[in-house]
């Protein structure tokens, strides 16, 4: 079973960073791609930034960028997000998600429905 979970989440200062990370298994890899998203109080879930272990590509959303960086760790088949300078408006839940076999370009891989999730993890951040 492909399961995907997510870690990191907690209580951060305004102004702080963060580092959430994604543990995947039963999946290959290589030949995924491997998106964050969050889900704050009331909201919808919004579409964070991506990575494709296929060709090493990355997408940020257009709000995300400068801010938060993502990054692959290949021998502990994890995904890492930091988060720099965090707002009161970070606050919410992130979850961690795996498109399985992706053949797409790494440049593009918000733009797809991704099938596998993991849990969530929350983060508040403080003032």
């Known amino acids: 079973d492909v399961q995907l979970q997510a870690f990191g989440g907690g209580v951060v200062q305004v102004g702080g960073s963060l580092r959430l990370s994604c543990r995947t298994s039963?999946?290959?890899?290589?030949?995924?791609?491997i998106a964050w998203f969050r889900q704050a109080p009331g909201k919808e879930r919004e579409k964070l930034a991506c990575?494709?272990?296929?060709?090493?590509?990355?997408h940020y959303a257009d709000s995300v960028k400068g801010r938060f960086t993502i990054s692959s760790d290949n021998a502990n088949r994890t995904v890492s997000l930091r988060i720099d300078d965090l707002k009161p408006e970070d606050t919410a839940v992130y979850y961690c998600a795996a498109f399985i076999d992706y053949g797409g370009w790494g440049a593009f891989c918000l733009l797809y429905d991704y099938k596998s999730w993991g849990q969530g993890t929350l983060v508040t951040v403080s003032s």
């Open positions: 990575l494709s272990n296929t060709d090493g590509g990355i």
């Open positions: 039963g999946l290959s890899f290589g030949s995924s791609a």
